[in-house]
């Protein structure tokens, strides 16, 4: 990108809210079913049936909007938004349009434990989801399940503040986190339960006007929305230097080939006719239903690694990568309980245990291996019971069998030898069998003792306290 064009990108979330059924009638809001299954009247849009609101949905919608320091509605309302597309039963949409759930909030974009920008929420609101079309593989057909019809979603649609791919990617994490803290929404995009479409323009630096927006579309995941925002950086920029023009149209990202390419043209608010929803009366929201509400919120990401890094010394990295799991800082806090060194407990936790757990394929805290086990056998580490190469043998055999590891080293005679009458005769056979190695080190070849410490551990199979094999080494070569 040169410095000629500034780039200006928006971006829209919908997230699936986890609530029990949908948005507007009772069939359990849910994933996977058998396609046409999870349906009744209402979501099918059958003549006669009438959509009832869903109460738990506006309180997670208020939950997130508070999160996102946003300004609550004391008035509310749902609207029909008018299009015609085959997943969409109705014809229509009842989303929310003049009067959404909350407005004007933010979130902050962080960058190793520095806030880079701070990304205004213009809005967010509540609408009911689309069906899902099935295309088949030949391109001869396509299928529609209408199992998603109704599922409760919250639109988050930021402001044109956005000025960088990477900003974007960052934003998104951000938000994904403050979701799933919050509760409000799983957030699995493989599932689709949070979707973004990006909107980017290009204008001379310097412009306070706008250039044509592009929307981009098809982006299941986050990397891709920054890939995709790239390649349209690139593409504009070419049209532009070369005096052609930007046309305002949806485009759709294709993964493989690492481009985008024309969808339609991009629909303006106009063109939804919008009116309000005659079946659903407004919502008055209260100021004692969102003090109820606000005190349900958890310590937010940002806030979590602020205290970890003044609290616990811990550097911006660690803490920003520790709170981007709210079941990774919970694992880190109900550690420190048993083992106060916050910063072992972090190398550990952030190297030895997260490989094992990603190995698995499962959640921590939600695997057999618990915090208590990582004090355990941090504490082991201190006593010095084990060697740091034994600790890594216990950890995994706690993954597999859940069993403490205290009990592990115990079963398998692992505890360190520390006695140095058994590690002299063993340090006493080492030398005899490593004469070259002795010589070189008398000649003044230090790096000779890393062998011959090497050497005693191999003899020990790693049991030996390698901290007293150097220390006794260095007594029998210098003495």
């Not at 599922?151 to 000025?163: G, Q, T």
């Not at 006007?209 to 982006?219: D, L, P, S, T, W």
Request: proline share 5%; glycine share 6%; aromatic share 8%.
């Amino acid at each position: 990108m040169s410095h000629e064009y500034e780039i200006i990108i928006g971006l829209e979330v919908h997230a699936e809210l986890q609530t029990k059924s949908k948005i507007f009638c009772s069939c359990p809001n849910s994933f996977g079913q058998k396609p046409n299954t999870n349906v009744c009247p209402v979501c099918l849009g059958l003549p006669g049936s009438l959509p009832v609101f869903n109460e738990s949905a506006l309180d997670l919608a208020l939950k997130a909007a508070l999160a996102l320091n946003c300004e609550i509605s004391t008035f509310s309302r749902f609207d029909r938004k008018n299009y015609f597309y085959p997943d969409l039963p109705k014809a229509y949409q009842i989303s929310q349009y003049d009067f959404p759930v909350a407005r004007n909030g933010y979130l902050d974009v962080v960058k190793e434990g520095e806030t880079i920008r701070r990304i205004r929420i213009d809005r967010l609101h509540l609408e009911e989801d689309a069906g899902k079309l099935q295309h088949d593989p030949s391109g001869s057909s396509s299928y529609v399940d209408f199992n998603r019809c109704g599922v409760p979603l919250m639109e988050i649609v930021s402001a044109p503040d956005l000025r960088s791919p990477e900003e974007a990617r960052l934003y998104l994490e951000s938000l994904k986190r403050i979701l799933l803290y919050t509760g409000t929404s799983d957030c699995k995009m493989e599932e689709g339960s949070l979707r973004c479409d990006a909107n980017i323009s290009l204008r001379p630096v310097g412009s306070k006007e706008f250039g044509a927006k592009v929307e981009i579309k098809n982006m299941n995941s986050f990397k891709a929305v920054q890939k995709g925002l790239e390649y349209e950086v690139y593409r504009q920029e070419k049209l532009l230097r070369e005096g052609e023009r930007v046309y305002q149209e949806t485009r759709r990202w294709f993964e493989e080939q690492g481009i985008t390419l024309e969808m339609r043209g991009k629909e303006e608010e106009k063109d939804y006719r919008y009116f309000p929803e005659p079946d659903l009366p407004p919502l008055n929201i209260t100021a004692e239903r969102v003090r109820k509400i606000r005190e349900l919120l958890p310590e937010l990401p940002v806030q979590r690694a602020s205290r970890y890094i003044e609290e616990y010394q811990l550097t911006p990295y660690q803490a920003e990568v520790i709170t981007s799991s709210q079941g990774l800082a919970d694992f880190f806090e109900e550690t420190l309980k048993g083992y106060r060194d916050a910063q072992k407990v972090s190398n550990w936790l952030l190297g030895d245990v997260l490989k094992l757990v990603n190995e698995q394929g499962g959640e921590i805290g939600v695997l057999s291996f618990q915090p208590v086990h990582l004090a355990e056998l941090l504490s082991l580490l201190d006593e010095g019971v084990i060697s740091g190469r034994t600790a890594k043998e216990v950890l995994e055999e706690t993954f597999q069998t859940g069993k403490a590891p205290r009990e592990v080293v115990q079963a398998k005679g692992l505890v360190q030898i520390s006695d140095e009458k058994s590690l002299l005769n063993v340090i006493d056979k080492v030398l005899a069998e490593n004469k070259g190695a002795v010589e070189d080190y008398t000649s003044g070849n230090k790096k000779a003792l890393a062998f011959l410490v090497g050497s005693t551990m191999k003899h020990t199979k790693g049991q030996a306290n390698p901290q007293l094999v150097q220390q006794l080494l260095r007594q029998r070569l210098d003495g």
